[in-house]
């Protein structure tokens, strides 16, 4: 078989269809070609089709960050990974390296083996979520907060200190909260729906508080100085509380834009404040990613970290439009949507 099916975004604020490409011949030296078994959908993927992004120039693209699958072959200089090996990885928006489709290329830096107890859905529930969890955590700054730049294991250790994790059932959330424990945190305190509260206090969460109660509360319910406030969301209320709640020697990390009012910046001026992009393949990135993807196989290999939970949405690539809705229209919570591209017809 010479052709595979991919799920191209045809323009700026296109559709997404699914069209046949060529499988790629030849894979670069250092890169590794792989079977896409499970691909999961983030919002960055409607936010593409509605908005655009700064890094896709050309159309169509095909788009997709999270992937599990399984190494078809390797690249010259490739000696890590073998045919047949079962591999988590991040994708990109290019029409390689996107995840909606049977095959992608990868550069092998950027991959992680993953244990035969995890399926593909759960594998392909890790890549994003996890990289910009453990990109705002670990890594130096200004990427991160610097708390484990080396990766080191054991992690260093930060007994007696608090952190937050606004949304903590997001899936940033949950890799956040199990971060932090092994991180050592004394306090991981976690704003999240209630029917969520006992998954999260299994991740290690030491502290929930339903998100039915108003943001702007949390001050009054939380003891002592907070060393790290994650918002998880990325709405404006929850960034203004980020940057509010943390301590002068902490700071405060949001994984979308900044959106606090001037006000709100200026209040918080003293403290840090900082965006994560859960990508390995941006500029300035790829030093701490090669280190973070060995992290990520050992983490799991040692059952550290537990995969999102997760749904399988049937038709393969012909189903990512009507999950991508479900996301935009919040509709999904606790979990991660997943498609098979193999299930794919045409």
Not at 43 to 64: C, M, R, T
Not at 195 to 209: R, Y
Not at 228 to 233: G, M
């Amino acid at each position: 078989m010479s052709t595979q099916l991919a799920l191209h975004l045809e323009k700026h604020q296109g559709d997404f269809v699914v069209h046949s490409k060529q499988i790629p011949k030849s894979v670069p030296p250092g890169e590794v070609l792989i079977k896409v078994q499970a691909a999961a959908l983030n919002p960055s993927d409607w936010k593409l089709q509605e908005f655009g992004a700064p890094w896709v120039k050309d159309y169509p693209v095909i788009s997709g960050t999270d992937i599990a699958g399984e190494i078809q072959d390797v690249g010259e200089g490739v000696t890590r990974f073998k045919k047949g090996d079962r591999i988590a990885t991040q994708g990109f928006y290019a029409n390689d390296r996107g995840a909606f489709q049977e095959y992608a290329v990868i550069p092998a830096d950027f991959v992680a083996k993953i244990p035969e107890t995890l399926t593909y859905e759960q594998g392909a529930s890790i890549p994003v979520g996890f990289v910009a969890a453990i990109t705002a955590l670990f890594a130096e700054k200004p990427l991160g907060f610097s708390l484990n730049p080396e990766c080191a294991w054991p992690a260093p250790q930060y007994a007696g200190h608090t952190i937050v994790v606004i949304g903590g059932s997001t899936s940033v959330g949950q890799y956040a909260i199990q971060l932090s424990k092994f991180l050592g945190f004394s306090d991981i305190v976690t704003y999240a729906s209630q029917k969520h509260h006992a998954f999260l206090v299994e991740l290690g969460a030491t502290k929930c508080i339903d998100r039915a109660v108003p943001l702007d509360a949390l001050d009054t319910m939380i003891t002592g100085p907070v060393k790290v406030a994650f918002d998880c969301v990325g709405s404006k209320e929850a960034q203004e509380t980020a940057t509010r709640i943390t301590s002068a020697d902490g700071t405060a990390i949001t994984v979308y834009f900044d959106t606090r009012s001037e006000e709100s910046k200026a209040a918080g001026k003293d403290k840090p404040f900082f965006l994560v992009l859960g990508s390995s393949y941006l500029p300035g990135h790829e030093e701490f990613g090669v280190k973070m993807w060995l992290t990520i196989e050992r983490l799991l290999k040692e059952g550290v970290i537990k995969p999102n939970r997760y749904e399988v949405i049937p038709g393969g690539l012909n189903g990512v439009a009507s999950g991508l809705e479900r996301l935009k229209r919040g509709e999904v919570s606790g979990l991660k949507l997943v498609v098979r591209p193999h299930e794919t017809t045409q």
